[in-house]
């Protein structure tokens, strides 16, 4: 199945042992910044990891 795949070659690259789908916007940028946190820890960076909430309504 392609999201197996998808999901073993996103470990392979990051280093980490879980990935995971979702199934809306909001569920994939929480899941990004989870996922960009964790790399930091794993891999011992001294970056942080900053995000905004900018909305453009009219």
Known sequence: ??????????????????????????????????SARKFRKVHNKKRKVISTNICNTK
Not at 4 to 30: M, P, Q, R
């Open 1 to 34: 199945m392609l999201q197996n795949k998808l999901t073993e070659k996103f470990a392979e690259i990051s280093g980490l042992d879980k990935s995971s789908f979702g199934n809306s916007g909001s569920e994939a940028v929480e899941r990004a910044i989870k």
